[in-house]
């Protein structure tokens, strides 16, 4: 068993965005502990929507498998009527030391209100003649989300998808979210320590774009400590843009796939150290960045997921270099997910 990364190379394997059944994604922790180390990734961060139920098993699992596990969170905000995704990194769950008790607290009351939420929700369904018979299957033993209840309405042939099973909620009086204000999360998340990213600010969907101009509202009463300059939806200029950004305004730049499940929409992906290396530094972990030439180009990105290596020959000692991908990933997302 390898140890965790304490030190990292600038090209060693990074993912600081993945979900798991905690929220809307299918990965369990053992699942994703064991692609991210058969898939030689050094560094992981675990992000699960306003949940961090998975965190201490993945990091434990984590351990074990030789990739270090970062506790994450995902939290959905409010800001100026509309949502923002807030990636907040480096506060364990398990924590109960008072710093970290209001981040824990907040945690724990958007937990609380998407359940009031989904019970509400549920009733608004049946009450309107929609049956939800495959609700427990979904749930399977969680605390009860909107979630899951928009699943069953799926599930069970209500509406053709996430979008429209929220819409058909929000026409029945109900509600899928329980957004927190974007100035609490981060001065409670502060105060625990933690570092706080704009997650996919260029993904133009429910959730929406954030521009530079954005920030300069934004940063003055939620200050920011970084964007989420490679995302799996960005294009190369989306990228370059976001890391100018991030660069001038002194932000740090994060790497995340968002994967939810294998494939869904796309698997981990091998970010570099080197790109997110100020992060990482943050959270604890050096990075061996290569001075010479540049940190990323676009023509770097994105990597492909590299394939379990398969088990050295005798003279075998050297492996090969990923073959350079080109394609991005245009995924469209519902109202209630990613
Ligand atoms: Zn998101
Ligand atoms: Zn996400």
């Known amino acids: 068993m390898a140890d965790p990364h304490e030190s990292l190379h600038g090209t060693d394997r990074v993912d600081l965005h993945l979900h798991t059944l905690a929220s809307d994604g299918f990965w369990t922790p053992d699942t994703l502990t064991t ?19 998975s965190v ?51 945690m724990r009351d958007i937990d609380d209100q998407l359940n009031i939420n989904a019970i509400d929700a549920r009733e608004r369904f049946i009450a309107s003649g929609r049956d939800l018979p495959s609700l427990e299957e979904i749930r399977n033993g969680r ?19 996430l979008k429209e099973a929220a819409e058909m909620l929000v026409s029945l009086g109900g509600t899928f979210t329980a957004d927190l204000p974007v100035e609490a999360v981060v001065a409670a998340a502060h105060e625990a320590g933690g570092v706080c990213v704009v997650a996919h600010p260029g993904r133009d969907d429910a959730v929406g774009v954030v521009t530079d101009a954005d920030l300069d509202r934004l940063l003055p009463i939620a200050p920011m400590d970084g964007l989420e300059a490679h995302y799996r939806s960005h294009t190369a200029e989306q990228t370059a843009l976001y890391r100018e950004i991030a660069e001038r305004r002194g932000l740090l730049i994060s790497c995340g796939s968002d994967s939810h499940a294998p494939g869904k929409p796309v698997d981990p992906k091998p970010w570099r150290a080197a790109w997110c290396a100020a992060l990482l530094e943050r ?25 379990p290596a398969p088990a050295p020959g005798p003279d075998e000692s050297q492996t090969a270099e990923p ?3 080109v394609h991005h990933e245009r995924t469209e997302e519902g109202a209630v997910s990613a």
């Open 35 to 53: 692609y991210l180390a058969e898939h030689d990734f050094a560094v992981a961060a675990v992000c699960d929507h306003d949940s961090q139920k």
């Open 56 to 106: 201490v098993e993945a990091i434990d699992l984590g351990r074990q498998r030789g990739v270090t596990v970062i506790p994450g969170v995902e939290v959905t905000c409010k800001w100026e009527e509309r949502q923002l995704h807030i990636l907040v990194y480096g506060i364990r769950p398990d924590r109960d030391d008072a710093a970290a008790r209001p981040f824990l607290a907040l």
């Open 143 to 161: 605390v009860l989300w909107p979630f899951h209840v928009l699943s069953a309405v799926i599930q069970d042939k209500h509406a053709p998808n």
């Open 283 to 307: 959270l604890g972990l050096i990075v061996d960045v290569d001075t010479n030439g540049p940190v990323w180009t676009s023509s770097m990105e994105p990597l492909p997921a590299q394939p």
């Open 323 to 325: 073959q350079q991908d």
